[in-house]
Each structure stands twice: as C-alpha cells, then as structure tokens.
C-alpha cells in the first residue's frame, strides 16, 4: 500500500564489463597514482550530504548491504563516467566509455530457490569508432516492434544508436553489427533523444509522430520515426541476406531529416522535442501582437507547430517553436551524396581497368574525405527563461508532454509548465540530481468506490529525484503534491528513464497490444540490481489531511515495531510492543486498512501470544460499544474469531505439562492387548534396533519445538456457526498441530479427558482431531516404540474418548454394516509407511471397537452370546496384513552391503502392497535381494531352507570382529527371510521369488549396461526357476524387452567392421564397452539355450496354479510377473537355435578377438530370419549350404580353434610341463570352447574332422603336447594327420639342428651322419612357423613314436618317419 523498490533484474559479469571498459587505466601504477590522494584529501559525501539537507532521518541511514559491496573493490563510482542506456523493454543494457562498448542482453536462469529470475549478460563487447581520436559521447537504445500479426507488444529487435564526438551517428543491431552510418553535423553529438507513439487519453490530445533528435552544440537534427523505422528493417535483412550469401554490405543511401540550427542561445547542453503543437485563438493573438506589435494580423486557424526546449545557459532555458511546413526536410544532400557516391564507384572501376591505381593510397584517399554536410535551417529562439549564473544540466520530459523536470548546477531541481512556459516549482539541495518520471493508472479496485466510475480510468504523474551526493532516490507527487516515497540507495548509482517505448507501433497495430516496459529502473553498479518503483494510485490523491494515508501511515508505524521486534525480542519491547501496536489500531479508521494491519499483526512470529490476546480483546471491546451499523461486520467476525482461537492456543498451552490426575481405570480391559503386544513383541524389537540407527535432522525441524502461535492460527479457521475447523496445509504443518495438541497425552504428561473436552468445546470435529491423532502417532514412531505400553495405553484412553464423542460415531449405526469413524482409523494405518505405530494402532482400535460392539449388543440384547460384526472382520484381516506387513518392512530396514547399488531401504504400506498387485510381495523381496547384492546360490540355499558354510574359507583375512559381524548380519538375513516366506507360503514361493530377481537384475542391468554381473545373475535366476512355463515367459520377455535390440545392434557393428569392434565404438552403437559387450553376448548365449530347453521340456510338465495367501486376496494391482510369463506363446524352435548360432559367433569373436563378418556367413533367408520375434514361424534355411560360404565358416572356426589355444598356452606354460593345468570354466580359456566349435561345425556344415585335426596341430604347434595327445584319439583321419604332424616334426628337428643358437659339436657330427634325402628334407624345413620351436626332445621323440604308430607302412614319407625316430634317438641318447 505504499512505495516500494522492486528488483526484477540483476546483471551478470560487473568486473568484466568495468575492466574491458577501462582497460587503458590498468597498466598505470595504481598505487603511486592513489597514494597522494589518500594522502591530502578525504570523503566529503557525508557532512556535504547533512548540510544540503539535514531534516530527514529516513535518508540518514545508509544501507547496510551497499557498503559493504562498497568495500569489495567496486567502490570508485566508474558507472558515473560511462554513458549508459537502458532499453524500455529492460532487455538490453550499453554501457560505453571513450572508443569502447559492451552491450548486455536478458538472459533467464533459475536461482538457488527454484524461481525462474532475468539476468543480464554479456553479449557484446567491442570497439565502436572508426574515425580517429572520436568517443561516444552518447547512446540510446530503441526497440522497434514486431510487423507480424501474432505479435502481443514485445519488440522485434533492438537497434543501439550511438553518438559521436566526430559527429556521426551509427546504427547497430544488438550483436555490435553496423548497419547504418552519417555525418549529420561536424560538432560533438551531445545528446540522442527519442519519442515513440502513445495512445492519446482524451479525444482533444494532438496524436504525436515518432521522432529521433539528435542535440550538436548550436544544432538540432530531427529524424522521422517512420522513415527510420522503414529504414532500420532494409539496413538489418540487407545485412542479413549479405552475411547469408557471404557477400560485401551494400551501402544503404542516407536517412532524410531536418537540421535547426538554434540560436540566440549562449550554451546548449540538453534538450526535449515536446512534439506537435497546436495554440488556442487567445494564445496566437497574444503571440501576434507580441511579435508583430499593434497592426499585426491574424490567420484564420493557428498553425501547427513543433515545440523544443533546451536547456544551458544565456537564457538558462530556451523554448524553440518550428512552424511545420514552413521549411521541408532538407533533401538535396541526398542526391548529392547518391550523385558522389556514383562517380567515385565509376572512377575507381576506370582507374582499375586503366591501371591508374598503383599506389594503394591514392585509391584511400578519396574514401577518407568526410562527406558534406548540409547547413542547417536557422530557427530563433521565441522565449527563455534568463537568469545569468544559473547553467542548466538536463532536461527530462513527462510522459503526458505538459511538464519537464531540469537539474542546474545550483543543486536545484526545478519543474516546467511547457504549455505557459513557466517554472511552477523548485526543489533544493539536489547537486548532480537525475530525473524521471512515472505514470501510474488508477487501480480497479478503487475505481469501483469513486464518484467517477462511469468515466475512463485516471491517471496520476510522479516525479522521481536520485540524489547521489546523499544516496537517497524520492518520489514527488505532481504537481504541488507532497513526497509520498524516499529510499536510502547507494550513492554510485544511475537512474534510467527512457521517456519512450517501441518504435514503428501505430493506433491500429497497438490494438490488443500489452507493451511490456519499465518507466524507470535504479542500476546499482556495486550490487548489479535494477530495481524499478512500484507507486500506488492511491498516493496521488494524498495529502496531509487524508483519512487513508493516516491510517497507511499507522500501518507502516506497525510493521516498523514489528520489524524492530525481530532485531530486540526483550520483555520490555514487548510491552511497548502492545502499547503502541493498540493504540495505532485503534487509530485506524478504514476497516479494510485496520484489517490488513490486524493480519500482518496476527501473522508476526515474533509476537506473544499474551500481547496478541490483549490487543485483540481491546479492538473487540472498541467494535462492540460501536453502533451496529458503524461496524464492519466482518472486521467483527475476524476479531471474534481470532480472539477464540488465541484463547484455545493459550488454554493447549497450559494443558501441555498440567499433571494427570485422572484415575485411569482402563487397565483391567487392557488384558487382550498385552497379550497382543508380548506376540508381535520379538519383531518390533527388530524393527526398532533397525530404524533406531541415528540420523541428522535440523534443529528447527525437530517435533518437541514449541508449536509458535501464528502457526497454530494460520491452519485454524472459525466458521459461521462458530465451530472451529482446521485447514489442511502441508504434512508437516499438520503433523507439527497434532504434536502440539497430543502428544503430552500419549506421553502422560497432559491430562487426556481435559484435553479432549476443551477441545469438544472449542467445536473441532471429532473427525479431524482423529487425523491429527493418528498423524502424530505414526509420526512420532520411534518414541513410541521405546515405551510401547505405557503409550499403547494412553493410545487407548485417547481412542475412545474421541470415539464417545458427539458426532464420532453415528447413533444409528448397525455394527453389521462398517462404521465411517473405524474405516477412517483403517485408511490411515493401511496407507502409512511406518508399520510397526500402524500396527499398534490397528491392535488399539481393534480392541476399542470390540469393546464398543460389545456394550452396544449388551444394551440391546442382555445375553451371553458373542457379538459377530463385518466391522470385527475386517479388523482381523487389517491386523494380520499389517503383522505381514511388519515382518516385510523389518527385512526392507536390514542394511545393504557397503558399496553396493540399489540406494537407500524402500518403504512399504499396506495400502502400496495391495495396489501392486499380486506380484507386489515377491517385488519388494526382489528389490531387497538386489540391494544385498545376494549370490543366487545363497538365495536357493535360504529358500530352501538349508545352511551352507562354506563361504567360511573364502574370508580367512578379513579380522575375528568383521567377520563375527558379518556372520551376524548373514543370520539376520536368513532368519528374517524364511520369517517373511513362511508368512507368505504362496506369494513367495521359490518359483516367484526368482522370476522376480530375475526381471529386477535384468532391469537394473538395463539402467546400467556397464555392469555385465547384473544381467548374469539375472540369467543365474532364471536358471533356478524350476518351472518350465515361467522359464520360457521371462526368457522371451527378457528378450525382447531389454536384449534383442542391443543383440542386433551388436551384430550390425561386427558386420560393419568386420572385426571385434573396440571400446569406443561399441559405446557409441550398443552402448556399453567391449569388455561388458563380451559378457552380454555370453548371457545371450545362455538365455537362447535355456530358450530351446524349456521349450522341449514344456510338454512334459503342466502349467503351474499360481495362489495367494487369504489374507491378501484382495491385492487389486497389475499382474505378477509370472502372470505375465504364463501368458506368453510358445517359440519357434529353429528360430531360437538360429540366433543361439549367431551369438555363439558373435561372442566367440569378442573373445578370441577374431576377423568375422558374422551376417555373411549365413545365407538371404538366415539373414532375414534374424531379429525376428521368437514366437513366430521363419521361413529357415535348408538343404545344402553353398561351399563358399562353408568355407568362410569353416575359416572362422578354425581362427576361434587357434586363439583358444594361444590363450591356454599362458596357463600350460605357467605349470609343469608334466601336467596340465585345469582351465577355468569362463572365457576366453573355458575348456569347452573346443566342443563348442564342433558342435557348430556340425551346424554351420563344416567338416568336424578338419576341426580335430587342426585343434591337434595348432596344440602340437604351440608345444601343448599332452592336449594334443588326449585330441588326436578322436581325429578319424589319421593318414592325413600324420603328413601334417611329420612336417611339424621336420621343423622342430630342424630348429634344433640347423637354427638354435646353441649348435653342439655333437649335433653337427650327427646331421653330417644322416641320410641326405632325410638332411635335404630338414634343410627345406621353416621353423619360424612354429610358435613354441624349443620343445623338449623327449617329447618330440614321443611324437615321433605317435607318428610311426599312425601311418601305415605303405604310407609315401613312413621310410621318412623311421629315419626321424633314429636321429631322435641318437640325439636323446647323446643328451
């Protein structure tokens, strides 16, 4: 209801835009260069400040924040000497100095809060002259409106018009590009001034046309806005088109205007084009018989006239008055300067072809000649204002062109009458002030009260004076009005005000138009705030007198003494407090106004509750010795209510610690409940150590905080019909009222039936104080559990109190039907997530209605008989779930493994287990498994119920401590898990619980493809599902919900590299590294398999009968997942096998690293069957396959059959050469990669004895005799065999022979004794074809024997075999 400073802005890169600016300072030694001053002068601003005027104290105080950024290195005032223009629209911000400009645009970004906030950064930065030894001297920022029909008011672009010393004027877009350059006048540009179209207010207002002015020091230029407008636009898409095309720019000719050179004037340094005027008949004969003296005539109508004000010295404001039609724009010039620009183009082209320009310079120099400069229009001055020591600093024009605001240099503001050409008002003590005006439109609001409603909405005009010699910003109310509005600002500051908006907006296209600009904006160079003026209406119409602004001023006195009661919250302030907060109430005489400060009152944090209560009692005494129709009826309403709320907070308050006198006479019947409580004892001692773990939380957070009295008050409300109702805001809120009220109940500290009637009194449902009661209860879970039965007890006492009360639970209720009150008690424990307070809740209240169906069937039927209730039912289901629940949500809480994934224990209600359908349970163990990071093993063994230690071994290192915790925790584990199966014998049966894991690893492998573990283990569980129906349902699902498109993915890059693709690649198209692609197309392979095993053992074993326990046959959620399994049709067999084959290839290739196109070694009909979905029938290949292609399989196989046994050779050469290792049973050194590639062999076609026999070879190549051996027994060819083992022999002979380094003398001696066929056979022999050349001899002689045993005596080299056992034994003997 007052002025207020709003920021809506705030600049970005300060230090940036003020180094760049002042780069040509930062080389000067800046200590020597300050040390002098510091030295012989001192701060002045502030006894200056106190002596221009001493009177007010809102201007003394300085802000806080602003000195200290004072004192941050911003504190030389360096905005003072840059030029800066601000765009109306606050979406562009120049700032220059000297040669140099750096243009800032809006930008928005989201704070620290979530608040979407504009910002202004740096988009350009930039030198802008071009003539030497020029500066900016002065710079305006225009926006031009949009042309397009779905504009709403937001500009197009914005154009940056620069002056310049030299006196040019540029154009340049908001990236720093020129469009458009002229010479208007050879003086200094002193000042750029625009004035853009508004929509007159009244029907007799001249309609103004928009205008660029452009101030020299004895000159004035005027632009048409149209034609500039029109202009910008060619210059901009020309510039455009030019960029696209990357062409030169061409030159855009010259803007038309008109140039007033104004005289009898002896300085001009500001000015103001008023716009088109028209003179009433009385004004024109004054002015003609002044100027023409008696005998002057009269023309008909007065002529329309343009009205420009300066302002300097010699007068110290001039009034200029430009007859229109009297002097046409100035046009020559510009065919002149088409005319010049067109002969020096011809000239430059004659020189060119006549090879005239040989010197580059004589070429320049006809460029660099300024262009000419037409004179101006001498326009004599029709008046000023003399007054020969004063010198006139600026001149700024209201938005309504009647009155204009001019600084001197006396320190003197003072206000024009533009219309009679008189100063109606003068302001002093305001050295170096900047001006600005604001136009604010009446409110509706009070539009609605005035007389003149009927008529268009008023508008009122404020002049806004910055004082930067005492950092103080005022608002003045026009034209006689007082100061309705001072800020204390920073002393460096610049106020912005534009006096324009867009350009190019006409009386048509504004139609509908919303135009989105700010009138004036405060730029804190020290913070980078811009903040704008918020003024109300209202203050226009105030004056000293005003019933309003007197109580406006009451209310600001209020929020003063409650701003102080933040910084002094002392007994003595508070007693002030109530004093003056009373009184200034009671003054106030509007009762909307008095209500406001009631509310702010009301709404203080820092108020007591006592202070409230007195002066709420003394304005309803005032309201009630007032006449009944004096009074606001619902100011009365509002006091009342408040009054009976802060005397139900006072009277809570002090019921907090009276103590408890009752009797309590609820023991005896609490006999069932303590047996209750001693079976579910064990597991809530579970959960409790579980969840007692200690946690952060903040103070302020924390529920023994005394409830402040606001908040109470804020969520309490009076109805008419004076019952109180509590509104429901937040769960925290809520919870924080239900502490407030109960829990000194639950804890004994409060008397319950007390508590319980002034509540009743008070009028709160029954309804809502259960809400409040049970929120606080499962709330506040872990302090119940540390006393479970004294709090169960006062639970009880609580429960039925409420129950007992009027409208709780209906008289008329049949306990066959369920009662709305008990229902309401079952939602909330079966929706919340704390399941230990749920389920003592449920147990209470169970007992409690028991009770109660047991008096009411007392009182009706007097007999023995036990009362059967649907209510009782569907308490025994509740408890049992929630028991259910209890036992789950204890194994949830057991903590995870550190380092492993799966994040913080999930919470489960009732309420979310039911909707998740029948799967939910098995879901939630399955998330748990996950979290544990559990082996698959060790979940069959607890399954099944068996104990298995033999992890003991494996962890022999770690200490006795660890490894006894860890034991415990493995207990823990065990123990909570088969409590959980045996509550659950149906929903956890082993069958689920692994379709479940399995789905949820291969899920999570799926968010992290990286981690291969997660989607082997899943295939590890899936493997232990026993039923064959569910295998074959979540293997397809598997398939072809998560594998199938990174599979094909996989096998598409492989088939473009041609070659195991590396790392970067198969991130880039399968999304996972090599490593974990190798491993993924491994799980593809065993999921296939499992695939094509299922899918023959399905016939054998029928469909299993999926059941859920009784309790939890209400579950109403989506089906299980091996609802989903079942529900899947069978697979096309061939199909499965089909692409078994090519993953075996494809990880094959991974592993050995081999050189495959693994599409192409399948003919057009293998490659289309592939990718297909499984449960459809493919057309497959048969027959025959064509030998070229066999032939590339058989390649592939045999590369795979050679780099198997160059990866095993590490492990054989690592042992004994004796023995043979064991391989392991993963990888690439697996010992059934053999097997593996026969059995392709015999699917791709291939020959397997070519297989063996290569296996075979490339084993005794690589020296792995003994393999070689145990291979060679399944070989059935063994003529060929023995030619290709007798030339590895040859070799072998031959390196020890021929090519060791260690040639004996004995060796020489037997190769010169062996036959010559047999050392000619040696000599043709290459040893560098084998890998492992230096074998021992025994083994090559045990070769030898082999051979001599495979080939038959008619064999074509057996002569050659025999002569190689004897030299083999000559050289084993010798050795």
Partial sequence: MSCSLVEFCRLQELKTVRDFLFQSQKTEPVEEKNKPDNELTWDTSDWESAWDNGDSKEEESASP???????????????????????????????????????????????????????LAVSWSGILSTEEGECVSSVICIPLASQKRSSTGRPDWTCVVVGFTSGYVRFYTENGVLLLAQLLHEDPVLRLKCRTYEIPRHPGVTEQHEELSILYPAALVTIDGFSLFQSLRACRNQVARAAAAGSDVVPPPPLAYKKWGLQEMDTIVDHSSVGIMTLCVFDQMKNASILGGFHASVKGSPPAMSQYVTVGAGPYTGFYYAVEGSSQPLLSHVALAVASKLTSALFSAASGWLGWNKNKNEEEAPQKQKPKVEPSTPLGIRFGLPDSRRHGESICLSPCNTLAGVTDDFGRVTLLDLARGITIRMWKGYRDAQLGWLQVKEERGDREFSPSASLPRRHALFLIIYAPRRGILEVWAMQRGPRVGAFTVGKHCRLLYAGYRLMGVNSVTSQGWQLHTQQVCLLDPTTGALRTVNIPFHLALSDKKSERAKDMHLVKRITTLLKSGDIDPGKGHQNTLENEAKSALLDIKHPAIKKQALESLLSNKNTPVSCLTNIMCALNDTLKEQAADEVDASLLQLCSSQLKLLQLYTDMQQLQFAADTEASSENDSLEGLEEELSRVGPVLQRYSQLTSKPSVCFAQDSPDLPLPVQAFLSQMECTEDGEVKVIRKSETEWNQLGNFIFWGCLCGRSPLHKVCGRLQQAGISPQQLLSLLLGVWLQREKEVLQKPAETVRHLHTLLVTLSNMTGAVEESWDPQSISPWWQQVRCTCIQSHNAAAALLAALVAHRATKASITSRADSKFQSEWEAVSLELEQWV?????????????????????????????????????????????????????????????????????????????????????????????????????????????????????????????????????????????????????????????????????????????????????GKAPKDRLCRRDVGMGDKAMTSFLGCCVQLLQILMEVDSAMDEVPAPELSVEEVWSGADGPASIAELALDQRGVHYPLVQHHCLLATILHAAMNFSVKVKPLSLFDSKGKNAFFRDLTTIQLMPSGDMDPGLVLLRQEFLLRVLTGWVQAIDDLSSSASASSSAPLPSTGPKADWWPSLCLELGSLLQVNPDILQRHLVCELYNQGLDLRAEEMMLEVEDKDVLGSQLLVLTGQRLSYSLLHSQSQTQASMELLARLPPTLCTWLKAMDPSELRCPLVPLPQTSRLVSRLIEILPENHAQYSLALHLLEAVEVLTTED
């Fill in 65 to 119: 924040t602003s000195v200290e950024e004072e004192t941050g290195g911003q504190s030389n005032p360096w905005l003072q000497d840059c030029v800066v223009s601000l765009s109306p629209c606050s979406d562009l911000l120049v700032v220059a100095r000297d040669q140099r400009a750096v243009f800032l645009s809006a930008k928005w970004r989201t704070d620290d809060g979530g608040r979407e906030e504009m910002t």
């Fill in 877 to 1057: 289901v509740c408890v049992r779930q929630l028991e259910d629940v209890l036992v789950l949500q204890t194994l949830m809480l057991v903590p995870s493994p550190q380092g492993t994934a799966g994040g913080a224990a999930a919470q489960c209600s009732l309420k979310a287990l039911l909707e998740g359908g029948t799967g939910g349970i098995a879901d939630s163990v399955s998330k748990w498994v996950f979290r544990q990071n559990m082996v698959p093993e060790r979940l069959k063994e607890i399954l099944h119920k068996k104990e298995n230690d033999d992890s003991e071994g494996k962890q022999e290192l770690r200490g006795r401590s660890e490894e006894k915790e860890e034991n415990q925790n493995n207990t823990d584990q065990t123990e909570l898990l088969v409590a959980v199966c045996q509550r659950f014998p149906h929903s956890l049966s082993p069958d689920l619980v692994f379709a479940h894991c399995c789905w949820e690893y291969v899920v999570q492998w799926n968010k992290d493809s990286e981690e291969g573990r997660y989607l082997s283990w899943a295939v590890e569980h899936l493997k232990l599902v026993s039923s064959p129906h569910i295998q074959l349902g979540i293997s397809t699902m598997m398939w072809s919900t998560f594998i199938v498109k990174r599979f094909s993915a996989a096998a598409f890059l492989m088939e473009k590299v």
